[in-house]
């Protein structure tokens, strides 16, 4: 299937076109993926995997399109929004 | 040609029949943010309405991956096209301008809609009212080809073709959108049919095609922009979905005879899909009806945004934007609200939070809502700005007022036993 050629009159061929991701689309669909793997439960391991592993097509270009280093940090700022917070006494 | 008030486009527009509107209207809100496209929703369709012979393409209730699928095929990428050259025919541009206001949410539609666009670009002597386009056959079948799985598969655990996909492949972002007809104020089908065969129940907004006054001529599945009418060949006249308007009526005894919730919204797996009936204005605004969770979420904390509204048919459908996908993708399919809709949808307030628990905990049609306050159970700073949660109570009420549900904002937390891990 991969192997054969584009045909343009074919009316079942795939007509679509890529759109361009901006860098701030990377930047929403990486806090997207991240809050809501953590809220399910997953650890900062398990979390970088979803971005290290060529499995995972979409998260692994940012990944590779980025840098480790812009991963790691919003995920870090998002693991540090979302820590587990106590609630003042006062506050209910 | 007549005038009508779209609130949706912020101004009068044309259309070709005077305004009426319905006491009350079938509405809904899908949350794009939570739909997993298991199709659930479009099997219960399936099974109910169109499992019957010269039905086999038709699938009343859809869910496409954006951007690249659609049923039928491309219907949103060529009806934009042939929006967009009337526009360049015409000298005009299809933006939006002015300022929010009561009556015009959104500010000021300046562009064509598809009626305005076929009165002022298409020959008269035509008869065409709306400006569409009849899909081939083919693009009525395979509803999700391309979709999900353009990498080809060669066999084997996670056998992925080492070779890759030649289709072009969306790398970094895609959603669901799920979609059935939206019963418009202003329906393009109905005002494109020459035979009046399609009508706008003054019940409950339902549009339904009378099959024994449709003469098959598929002037609707030529205008609606939504490609939400269809035609079936062995009957030879044209079908669409029906709102489940005996559910809809209260004559469902699964649920005590009571105003339901349709098949796809009550089947919702995912727990995207919120169904009601909200009221009318005699102008065709809303009544405002705070403790309706529809007129919560689209008036008030604007969450939920029409789908192409520009296309000028008031669709009443609305969809909860995704909030990791490009934003100007995003503002030509849902138009100026979106920026907002995901702000408010990212950092929930309080009522916010209560109201999206309502969502499919019931399939009774809920008609209001009240929230009672609870503790405040966490709190943190997002983007710099401060988020609280309280675990409050979301009551919901029936149509006379009868108490359907209770649920609260923190879920039970279940833990599946070692033993049955990967069962289902
Ligand atoms: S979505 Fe299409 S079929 Fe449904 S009411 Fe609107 S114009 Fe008619
Ligand atoms: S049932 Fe719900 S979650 Fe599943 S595809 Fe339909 S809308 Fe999406």
Same mark, same amino acid.
């Given at each position: ?10 009316? =079942?061929?795939?007509?679509? =076109? ?34 290290? *592993?060529?499995?995972? &097509? ?7 399109? +980025? ?26 | ?9 912020? +101004? ?14 079938? &509405? ?14 479009? =099997? ?39 929006? *967009?050259? /009337? ?30 666009? &076929? ?68 329906? /393009? ?14 019940? *409950? ?23 939400? /009418? =269809? ?47 909200? %009221? ?8 405002? *009806? %705070? ?59 309080r009522e916010?939070l209560a109201v999206l628990q ?13 929230i ?20 409050d109570?979301a009551? &919901? ?12 904002v ?10 049955? /891990?990967?069962?289902?």
């Amino acid at each position: 299937m991969s192997k054969e050629e584009f045909e343009e009159t074919d009316p =079942m061929e795939f007509i679509g =076109m890529g759109v361009p991701a901006t860098a701030q689309a990377d930047e929403d669909m990486v806090r997207a993926v991240v809050e809501e793997f953590l809220l399910l439960g997953f650890d900062r391991d398990r979390l970088l995997r979803l971005f290290r *592993d060529p499995f995972y &097509a979409g998260t692994h270009r940012v990944f590779v399109e +980025r840098g480790e280093e812009f991963v790691t940090g919003l995920l870090d700022r998002v693991l540090e929004e979302w820590a587990p917070a106590e609630v003042a006494e006062g506050d209910n | 040609m007549p005038q009508v008030y779209n609130w949706q486009l912020g +101004r009068k527009m044309e259309y070709p029949y005077e305004e009426h509107h319905p006491d009350l209207q079938f &509405a809904f809100v899908f949350n794009t943010n939570r739909c997993i496209a298991c199709q659930t929703c479009t =099997m219960a369709c399936k099974s109910t309405w169109t499992f019957s012979k010269g039905q086999e393409l038709m699938w009343w209730n859809n869910v496409e991956t954006k951007p690249y699928g659609g049923y039928p095929q491309n219907w949103d990428a060529k009806i934009l096209k042939l929006l *967009d050259e /009337a526009h360049a025919r015409s000298g005009g541009e299809m933006k939006w301008g002015g300022k929010p206001g009561e009556r015009a949410p959104y500010g000021e539609y300046r562009g064509m809609t598809v009626f305005e666009a &076929a009165a002022r670009t298409i020959n008269a002597d035509s008869q065409q009212r709306v400006l569409g386009y009849l899909p081939t056959e083919a693009e009525w079948t395979s509803p999700n080809i391309f979709e999900d799985n353009s990498t080809p598969y060669e066999g084997g655990p996670f056998g992925l073709s080492k070779d890759g996909a030649s289709l072009p492949e969306h790398k970094s972002w895609f959603f669901y959108l799920q979609r059935i007809c939206n019963h418009c104020t202003y329906p /393009a089908c109905l005002a494109a049919c020459p035979r009046k065969a399609i009508y706008k129940r003054p019940e *409950d907004g339902i549009v339904l095609i009378d099959q024994e006054r449709c003469r098959g001529y598929r002037r609707c599945v030529e205008a609606c922009p939504y490609k939400k /009418a =269809m035609y079936r060949p062995t009957t030879r006249v044209s079908e669409k979905c029906v709102g489940c308007y005996p559910r809809v009526e209260g004559h469902e005894p699964l649920t005590g005879n009571v105003p339901t919730e349709t098949r796809c919204m009550a089947s919702c797996v995912g727990q995207i899909r919120l169904q009601g009936l909200v %009221r009318k204005n005699k102008d065709g605004t809303w009544v405002e *009806d %705070r403790k309706s969770p529809l007129y919560y979420l689209i008036h008030v904390a604007k969450v939920a945004l029409p789908l192409y509204p520009q296309f000028g048919t008031e669709p009443n459908g609305y969809y909860i934007p995704p909030r990791w996908v490009p934003r100007p993708y995003l503002r030509q399919m849902f138009g100026p609200g979106v920026d907002e809709a995901i702000e408010r949808y990212t950092i929930p307030d309080r009522e916010l939070l209560a109201v999206l628990q309502l969502f499919r905990k019931d399939q009774r049609i809920i008609f209001s809502y009240k929230i009672e306050e609870g503790k405040k159970v966490y709190e943190t700073t997002i983007r710099g700005k401060k988020f609280e949660m309280f675990n409050d109570t979301a009551i &919901a009420y029936g149509k006379d007022g009868q108490e359907l549900f209770r649920t609260t904002v923190e879920e039970p937390f279940h833990i599946r036993d070692a033993k049955h /891990a990967n069962s289902i």
